[in-house]
């Protein structure tokens, strides 16, 4: 990455056209460039990490791999650091072919290139119920990962046998934020919620038997838990859930700092 971010600001744009540099008009164009990469199909938001404190994230899926490499580039070539979700292998294979040096996950199916913030922070642990949930679980903690959380990812401990689940709670307590993944009927959310003392975020996939719907027994499994702490994101939406984690891992940090 050449950068963190981007380091230009509306000061110095000010300034060359308070010192004759830059007519008013020039200078509302680059003003303008600061805020918004504009690439024609896409108005790329360049300076996100001064509202929410994260960068934008590029979900790959429903993009030709040629508009999503020109939106990586973009954001490469100006040192925002880059996470795309849904993305395929094709798009990998683009970008490190022309120089860029993309990190791909084939379970989690993304894309990365450096990171939201250098260090990881806390704990972030993602609990998924079986191997066929590895996907969603591995795009929850590469999310949470990229924005600065440090992860554990543990894997096939779902109420089928319950017995795993116990082996592992003292690793699963160590968290300040739970991703419980899980596919079938949901189940691992609400058990996770009535054995902990922090935060659980539901992620339903869409694994299971015909009557699972794509996923939506799981999701209405985790919307009715009736264990209190469980919060729910859509069908198969890692990125969600890592992201909500995360915000949750960070924010203890800022209330021990008083902010």
Known sequence: MKN???????????EKIKNGALSIAEGEAEISALYTGDLGFAAIDLRRHERTGFPEVIFCAGKTDEQAAAIIREMYQK????????ARPSLAERLTGSGIPAVYDIDAKTLTLGKSTAEGRGLVVVAAAGTSDLGAAKEAAVTAE???SNTKLITDIGVAGIHRLFGKLDEIRRARA???????????AGVLAGLVSVPVIALPTSVGYGASFGGLSALL???????PGVSVVNIDNGFGAGYQANLINQGCFKQAAGQ
């Open 79 to 86: 040192g925002i650091p880059v996470l795309g979700t849904k």
């Open 178 to 188: 739970i991703v419980a993944v899980a596919g079938m009927e949901g189940a691992l």
């Open 221 to 227: 499994g985790m919307l009715t838990s009736c264990a």
């Open 4 to 14: 963190a971010y981007p380091q230009n600001s509306i000061q110095s744009v000010l």
């Open 146 to 148: 990229f924005f600065g």
